[in-house]
């Protein structure tokens, strides 16, 4: 089974950045399009960003513009950059593998004053 595990979030200002990562286990990850979705309290998980195989994106119009996702194959590893971030991006984000349905442990992020 894929195994994820996120990093990177954090308190921060408005306005500010954080580099979210998901590192996956496996050989062939490669193959797989990876997702970013986030739960902010007392509200439903929502997709935020995903990435192809062939490096296709996604992005929710929440998000779009200031949100990056990228992924490194060779460390098994995909990426969301976070730019201007907003009080309202503040959530539980959490990693997932489309195809298998793996999920991580998610990681908090918080954009406060």
């Known amino acids: 089974q894929v195994q994820l595990v996120e990093s990177g979030g954090g308190l921060v200002q408005p306005g500010g950045s954080l580099r979210l990562s998901c590192a996956a286990s496996g050989s062939i990850f490669s193959k797989y399009t990876m997702a970013w979705y986030r739960q902010a309290p007392g509200k439903q998980r929502d997709l935020v960003s995903s990435i192809t195989s062939g490096g296709s994106t996604y992005y929710s119009d929440s998000v779009k513009g200031r949100f990056t996702i990228s992924r490194d194959n060779a460390k098994n590893t995909v990426y969301l950059q976070m730019n201007s971030l907003k009080p309202e991006d503040t959530a539980l984000y959490y990693c997932?593998?489309?195809?298998?349905?793996?999920w991580g442990q998610g990681t908090q992020v918080t954009v406060s004053s």
């Open positions: 997932t593998n489309l195809q298998t349905g793996s």
